[in-house]
């Protein structure tokens, strides 16, 4: 990350708000508001450093169905007793040729993404493991973290680079004028400064490479990094 924090919105606006208002306080909203709007974007077009967090999800898992907390929209990576478990996606029982509806812990051996389910007025995301999950048994996971608008002067940005945010909220600006070259010119600047901050990090690191297990010309499971 460029910081060794994330920003707070007071901290982001004390440095960032000539790129979106006159006005230091932001007594109108409208610096909140167009970080918010660069956020939302970016927080959709990519995993940037910040956005995933790394955690044991046992307690969120009943009669083997796993209810992700609100502040994550989507599990990444999954292995349970320190075995990685295979993601597919909510239509891999549907499939022709497929393994047809699986039940919950009666012997599978793949977690199934059931999608976004709507409780208590909140869409969580839920996935099935159609393997047993025993109560002590250890399940270790890669979660994204769901984009949340910022209202208070103490939440979190995430990421939190302030040279990426800087033409973010430019090219916002030119966007609203109509003014799109530019606007796009300044959004690739804001993903060409994510992208080296993300290589930076990893510099020394091997990735792993993720064959395909489900036979030639046969889909990959998704959410696999």
Not at 52 to 73: H, K, N
Not at 116 to 128: A, D
Not at 197 to 220: L, S, Y
Request: aromatic content about 8%; charged content about 25%; glycine content about 10%.
């Amino acid at each position: 990350m460029a910081n060794e924090r994330p920003l707070t919105l007071s901290e982001a606006r004390a440095l960032l708000y000539s790129h979106a208002t006159d006005d230091a306080t932001d007594a109108d909203g409208t610096f909140r508001s167009r970080l918010n709007e660069v956020l939302e974007r970016i927080h959709g077009d990519g995993l940037w450093d910040g956005n995933t967090f790394r955690t044991d999800v046992s307690g969120y898992i009943a009669d083997e169905v796993l209810t992700l907390p609100y502040e994550f929209e989507a599990m990444i990576a999954v292995a349970l007793s320190e075995s990685p478990k295979n993601i597919m996606d909510e239509g891999h029982e549907f499939a022709q040729g497929g393994p047809g509806i699986q039940d919950a812990g009666k012997g599978g051996n793949l977690v199934i993404d059931l999608g976004f389910v709507e409780e208590s007025g909140q869409l969580v995301r839920k996935y099935k493991f159609t393997m047993n999950v025993d109560p002590t048994d250890a399940v270790e996971s890669i979660l994204k973290r769901r984009f949340t608008y910022l209202s208070s002067d103490s939440d979190l940005v995430r990421p939190s680079s302030i040279g990426a945010l800087k033409h973010g909220l430019l090219a916002i600006c030119f966007e609203n004028e109509g003014d799109i070259q530019r606007s796009t010119a300044y959004w690739g600047k804001c993903y060409d400064i994510l992208e080296k901050e993300k290589a930076n990090n990893n510099i020394g690191v091997v990735r792993t490479q993720k064959g395909n297990q489900w036979g030639f010309m046969t889909d990959k499971p998704y959410g696999i990094m």
